[in-house]
């Protein structure tokens, strides 16, 4: 089955512990994305990588880091975690840039303490 | 900068009523538009797309047409089902290689037996 993975779903960390929230797709697609979802504010990209090794800032990149060192995933990193990052976040792959539609993954929802 | 403006919800609907979601969109140059589908606690789904004026999305009985006169793309459905219920998001892309999709904020439908 075609689909976006990200693991874990739910997570209850601390300030200042590190965490990856991983993503994997199986369609081979080139495009990656890092979405967060807060209420009020809607979703608003994080990070996007257009192939392997190339990565690039969306509109909310301050205290993320992304890696795209394999075409299949692309892990979204907290070096050290504020309650401001505490929110709904989504992976998404896309095989034409979008304009074909993304996948998006179930959502991994973090809080921050 | 481009946005996209959705009608306020929530909207709550009796079943087999009919269904108009408003969404338009301001953008420098010609986007591709898209509506995707949160069911609650899931992740997006791309529910239909259209690449250029006057084209015309539709899947599982729900359609949108590309309107650049309007800049918009409502989203219609002749007759609402209880499963319907959900989150409704408009979102558009540029032609560039950033694949970034701007979202609307989201419009939450409930509809009743």
């Known amino acids: 089955e075609a689909q976006v993975t990200q693991n874990p779903r739910y997570l209850i960390t601390v300030t200042g512990k590190k965490l990856t929230v991983t993503c994997s797709q199986n369609?081979?697609?080139?495009?990656m994305s890092w979405y967060r979802q807060d209420p009020g504010l809607g979703l608003r990209q994080i990070y996007y990588?257009?192939?392997?090794?190339?990565?690039d800032k969306g509109d909310v990149p301050e205290g993320y880091k992304v890696s795209r060192k394999e075409k299949r995933n692309f892990p979204l990193i907290l070096e050290s975690p504020s309650p401001n990052q505490t929110s709904l976040y989504f992976c998404?792959?896309?095989?034409?840039?979008?304009?074909?539609?993304?996948?998006f993954g179930s959502g991994t929802r973090l809080t921050v303490v | 900068g481009d946005s996209v403006t959705q009608m306020e919800g929530p909207v709550t609907l009796s079943e087999e009523a009919f269904l108009t979601i408003n969404c338009t969109y301001t953008?420098?140059?010609?986007?591709?538009l898209f509506w995707y589908v949160q069911y609650p606690g899931e992740g997006l789904q791309l529910l239909l797309k259209?690449?250029?004026?006057?084209d015309k999305g539709s899947n599982k009985g729900f359609e949108a047409t590309y309107r650049k006169e309007t800049t918009s793309f409502h989203l219609e459905k002749g007759s609402v089902q209880v499963s319907d219920s959900a989150v409704y998001f408009c979102?558009?892309?540029?032609?560039?290689?950033?694949?970034?999709?701007?979202f609307g904020q989201g419009t939450t439908l409930q509809v009743k037996p």
């Open positions: 998404a792959s896309s095989l034409t840039g979008g304009t074909g539609g993304y996948t």
């Open positions: 953008a420098t140059g010609y986007p591709s």
């Open positions: 979102a558009l892309i540029m032609t560039s290689n950033t694949g970034k999709l701007i």
């Open positions: 369609m081979n697609h080139e495009y």
């Open positions: 259209a690449t250029k004026a006057d």
């Open positions: 990588s257009m192939n392997v090794e190339v990565t």
